[in-house]
């Protein structure tokens, strides 16, 4: 029996895409917890080419900061992260926002699924305990959107466009984040065509007060649009049972109908 059996668990990996953030990275990383069912929690900062202190204060929050040169965008941020997870074998590789939307402290809740083996992707749902204060216009976005990606991989997605996010060490391993604007819908379609297994769990979320969002609705759905046709069309989707017009075969701890089907992860 090993003396300190914490310290054999593989890791949860919790990264943080970055853009200029110096105001409330440093508060979201000291709250990430330390281990979580006896997993050491690595904390990693994405730093997508900031141009403030945003490194800086991360670094001085004792957490790894991986700096890219110029701004790659927010899905290039998340994919380093992904990879970085699956590369130190991750049992969990874990993201949110680095502007204090969202609470690190309910790891727990997100990794549980997961740990327990009974889901592969799990979503931070700000609906799924009822609704939360969110401005009208991005409220109406959201909903919109959100019922798009439900359609298209027939789960029960509540919060299409959630922040928070978690995926097993071989869902990060083979998740493709299809663009680097964003990965909000891309990735969901992704794992799920894959046969990735889907829950969602409810989260707090309280609106950002520091800082500058970088969605802008015409910029964004000029990105975001063709990026989910293209991941949704993709032939290596429909090869392995995405692609158009497809059920997806992935289970979800809410279904949508009875028709969704049960199967194992690849
Ligand atoms: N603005 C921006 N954010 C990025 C980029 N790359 C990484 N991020 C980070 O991605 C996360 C999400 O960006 P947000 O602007 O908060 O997007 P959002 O949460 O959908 O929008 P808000 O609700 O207004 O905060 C934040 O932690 C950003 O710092 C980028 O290229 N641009
Ligand atoms: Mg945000």
């Given at each position: 029996m090993p003396q300190h059996p914490e310290l054999e668990a593989a890791p949860i990996f919790f990264f943080l895409p970055a853009h200029d953030e110096e105001r409330t990275v440093a508060a979201v990383v000291g709250r990430i917890p330390c281990s979580v069912a006896g997993h050491p929690?690595?904390?990693?900062?994405?730093d997508d080419g900031s141009s403030d202190g945003t490194a800086r204060a991360a670094a001085s929050a004792g957490a790894q900061v991986d700096r890219f040169g110029t701004n790659r965008g927010l899905g290039a941020a998340v994919r380093h992260g992904l990879r970085?997870?699956?590369?130190?074998g991750a049992v969990a590789v874990v993201f949110?926002?680095?502007?204090?939307?969202?609470?690190?402290?309910?790891?727990?809740?997100?990794?549980?699924?997961?740990?327990?083996?009974?889901?592969d992707y799990v979503v931070g749902s700000r609906f799924a305990g009822g609704s939360r204060r969110m401005l009208p216009h991005?409220?109406?976005?959201?909903?919109?959107?959100?019922?798009?990606?439900?359609?298209?991989?027939?789960?029960?997605?509540?919060?299409?466009?959630?922040g928070y996010r978690a995926l097993s060490g071989r869902a990060a391993a083979a998740a493709e984040v299809a663009h680097d604007f964003n990965y909000a819908q891309?990735?969901?379609?992704?794992?799920?065509?894959?046969?990735?297994?889907?829950?969602?769990?409810?989260?707090s979320y309280r609106r950002r007060t520091e800082g500058r969002s970088f969605v802008r609705l015409v910029p964004y759905l000029r990105e975001v649009v063709p990026a989910v046709w293209r991941t949704w069309r993709s032939?290596?989707?429909?090869?392995?049972?995405g692609g158009a017009g497809r059920a997806a075969p992935a289970s979800s701890t809410l279904p949508?109908?009875?028709?969704?089907?049960?199967?194992?992860?690849?």
């Open positions: 929690v690595v904390p990693l900062v994405v970085r997870g699956a590369e130190v949110c926002d680095a502007d204090g939307e969202y609470d690190p402290r309910e790891l727990d809740r997100l990794v549980a699924p997961i740990l327990a083996g009974t889901a991005r409220w109406a976005g959201n909903r919109l959107l959100t019922l798009a990606v439900r359609a298209l991989v027939r789960q029960a997605v509540t919060d299409g466009q959630s891309v990735l969901t379609i992704d794992l799920v065509a894959k046969g990735f297994r889907y829950a969602e769990v409810p989260i032939p290596h989707l429909a090869e392995i049972g949508l109908s009875s028709a969704a089907r049960a199967t194992s992860p690849r």
